[in-house]
C-alpha cells in the first residue's frame, strides 16, 4: 500500500490465477509477459450490483469525473456499486505471485509452502474456578502459555494436496500442575503430530474432493464442531471427508472422525471405540442467506453414548439487506447419552445492525439457549450434548459456560477505528435452563457447582473486553479483559466472590 490509499474507502480482492482469468475477460482487460515482465492495460470499470458495466474507461491517467456522474445517476436501490481499477502491480502482477507475496516461506508458485506460528499468551484469572476470594486457589494466579506450530504443503499438481504440521504447547509459570485437563490446566504436549493429511481433488475440474488423515474440522459458528483454537493445544480429528463442490457456494460433506486425545508423554492418538460421523450441506439460499443442514451421528462405546443431532444453521450474507445482519441455529437431539434416553434442544438467534460511519460500529443482541436435564436420577436425559464445540466465542471470554442448560442474553458492540485496529465489548446475562441440573463448563463436562434443585437460576453477568491490533500481516497483539459479576445461583450454592480474568496474547504467523 505504497501509495498511501485510504484503507477506509478501499477493498482490495485477489484470487486464484483462473478466476482472475475469467474476470479479465469479462471486463477486456488485456495483458501479456513479455521477457519475464509483465505488460498491461489500465482499466477502471463501474459495474452495478448484479455485475453488469454500466462505465468503463481504459487508458492511462483517464479523467474520473464521468465516473461520478455514474455513481450519482445511480438509483438508491443499486448503490452497492462496485468500482474495479487495474493498476500496475494489481491483478496478474499479483495473483502469479499471490502465495509468495503473502509468505515469504512459499516457493515453486505455491506449490512448496513452508508454514510457521508462533502464539504467547500472558493470563492473570482471580476466582475464576471458584469465585471465592476467601481462599487462595491454586488457579488464582498467573502463567504463560507458547505454542510452537511447523507446517509443510506440498501441492504437485492442482488436484493433490500433502499436508503436514507439527505443534509444541507449553504453560509456564503455574503452580497447577501442567496436566492437560486437570484442574483447568491447558498444560504441557511437546512436539506431536498435530495434522497430517491427503487432500484428492480441487472442485474445480471435477465436483468431488477427499481428505484422508488427521485434520481440522470446522462447522457453521464453531458451536458443535470447532478446532477449539483458543485452547493452547487446540483441537483434532484423524478423520476421513468426502466433499461434493456444487455451483454457486454449494457444498456437501460427509465424513467419519475420531477425537484425537492428548498424550503429554507419547504419541497423541485417537480412540476408534469413540466416533463422530455426519453430513453437512452448504447451501446459498434466495440470494440472502447460507443455510446449512446437519445430520450428526456420535458414537462412543465408553460413555454409552449413541445419539444423532438434527439442526440448520442460517446467516445473512454480508450487504444483502443494507445495514442489517442475522444468524440462527437450531439442533434437536435423539438417542442415549449415558446410558440414558436422549431427548434434547439448542438454539441461537442473533440480529445485528452497523451504522454507516467510518469506524463501523456494530450493535448486535442474542439470545442462546440449550436445554437442561430436570432430573438427574432418572432414566431419561434433557440436557444437550454440546458434541465437539469452540464455546469461547460464544458464552464469555472466563469459559464458565457451555450451550447446554443455558439461557443467555447477550449484547454485542464492536468497532474498526482502523484497518488494524478492532474492537468488541459484550455483555452477558446467564440464567440455567434448569437448577435441576448443572451448571458446566466450556468443555462441557466439568461442572462449577453440585445440583442443587429449587435454588435461584440467576448464575450472573459477564463483560468482555477486546482489542486486537495488526501490527502487519504476520504479527498481531490482543488484550482481553472480562469481569464476572455473580449472581443469586452461585451465592446459594457456595462463594459468590466476583472474577476477574486479564490476558494478553501476541501472534506470529507466516
Aim: net charge negative; hydrophobic share 40%.
Amino acid at each position: 500500500m505504497s501509495k498511501k490509499l485510504d484503507l477506509g474507502r478501499w477493498t482490495f480482492a485477489i484470487s486464484d490465477d483462473e478466476t482472475i482469468r475469467q474476470l479479465a475477460v469479462a471486463l477486456q482487460f488485456k495483458f501479456a509477459t513479455v521477457e519475464g515482465f509483465l505488460t498491461h492495460s489500465n482499466l477502471i470499470a463501474v459495474l452495478d450490483a448484479d455485475g453488469n458495466i454500466v462505465h468503463r474507461e481504459e487508458s492511462l491517467g483517464a479523467d474520473i469525473a464521468p465516473h461520478g456522474r455514474r455513481l450519482e445517476k445511480t438509483p438508491p436501490a443499486m448503490k452497492s456499486i462496485h468500482l474495479i481499477t487495474f493498476l500496475a502491480l494489481t491483478t496478474f502482477a499479483w495473483s502469479q505471485t499471490t502465495a509468495e507475496k503473502l509468505n515469504p516461506l512459499s516457493f515453486a508458485g505455491g506449490r512448496v509452502v513452508f508454514g510457521i506460528e508462533d502464539q504467547l499468551r500472558f493470563e492473570y484469572r482471580e476466582n475464576n474456578y471458584d469465585f471465592n476470594s476467601g481462599i487462595a486457589h491454586i488457579n488464582d494466579d498467573a502463567w504463560l502459555l507458547q505454542r510452537f506450530r511447523l507446517s509443510l504443503q506440498l501441492k504437485p499438481v492442482d488436484w493433490l494436496t500433502i499436508y503436514a504440521q507439527g505443534q509444541d504447547a507449553r504453560e509456564i509459570g503455574s503452580e497447577r500442575a501442567d496436566l492437560p485437563g486437570v484442574l483447568g490446566a491447558e498444560g504441557d504436549n511437546p512436539f506431536d503430530l498435530r495434522q497430517l493429511y491427503v487432500e484428492l481433488g480441487d472442485g474445480k475440474t471435477f465436483p468431488l474432493s477427499l481428505k484422508v488423515g488427521r485434520q481440522v474440522l470446522l462447522y457453521g459458528d464453531q458451536r458443535l464442531i470447532g478446532p477449539l483454537d483458543w485452547n493452547n493445544i487446540s483441537r483434532t480429528f484423524d478423520a476421513v471427508k468426502l466433499r461434493y463442490h456444487g455451483a454457486d457456494g454449494l457444498w456437501v460433506d460427509a465424513f467419519i472422525s475420531s477425537l484425537v486425545n492428548i498424550d503429554r508423554f507419547g504419541m497423541d492418538d485417537s480412540d476408534k471405540d469413540s466416533l463422530l460421523s455426519g453430513l453437512y450441506a452448504h447451501i446459498p439460499t434466495l440470494g440472502i442467506q447460507d443455510t446449512e443442514l446437519y445430520a450428526l451421528y456420535f458414537d462412543d462405546t465408553n460413555r454409552n453414548d449413541h445419539f444423532l443431532t438434527l439442526g440448520t444453521h442460517i446467516k445473512s450474507m454480508p450487504g444483502k439487506l443494507g445495514p442489517w445482519d442475522y444468524e440462527a441455529e437450531f439442533a434437536v437431539q435423539s438417542g442415549k447419552a449415558g446410558g440414558r434416553d436422549l431427548s434434547a434442544f439448542a438454539s441461537y438467534v442473533e440480529g445485528g445492525y452497523t451504522f454507516q460511519q467510518p469506524w463501523k460500529p456494530r450493535l448486535g443482541l442474542e439470545y442462546s439457549y440449550g436445554s437442561g436435564d430436570g432430573n438427574a436420577a432418572d432414566n431419561k436425559q434433557g440436557a444437550f450434548q454440546n458434541l465437539f464445540p469452540t464455546n469461547h466465542l460464544h458464552y464469555g471470554l472466563m469459559d464458565v459456560f457451555s450451550w447446554s442448560n443455558i439461557h443467555n442474553v447477550a449484547l454485542h458492540l464492536s468497532a474498526k477505528p482502523n484497518p488494524k485496529l478492532t474492537t468488541s465489548l459484550d455483555f452477558h446475562l446467564f440464567w440455567l435452563d434448569d437448577t435441576g441440573d448443572a451448571l458446566r463448563r466450556a468443555n462441557a463436562t466439568t461442572t462449577v457447582r453440585p445440583i442443587t434443585p429449587g435454588a435461584s437460576s440467576y448464575v450472573g453477568s459477564e463483560l468482555d473486553l477486546l482489542v486486537n491490533y495488526a501490527v502487519s500481516a504476520h504479527f498481531n497483539v490482543t488484550l482481553g479483559y472480562s469481569h464476572f459479576f455473580t449472581g443469586d445461583y452461585l451465592a446459594a450454592t457456595g462463594a459468590s466472590s466476583d472474577a476477574d480474568f486479564v490476558y494478553v496474547m501476541t501472534g506470529v504467523k507466516f
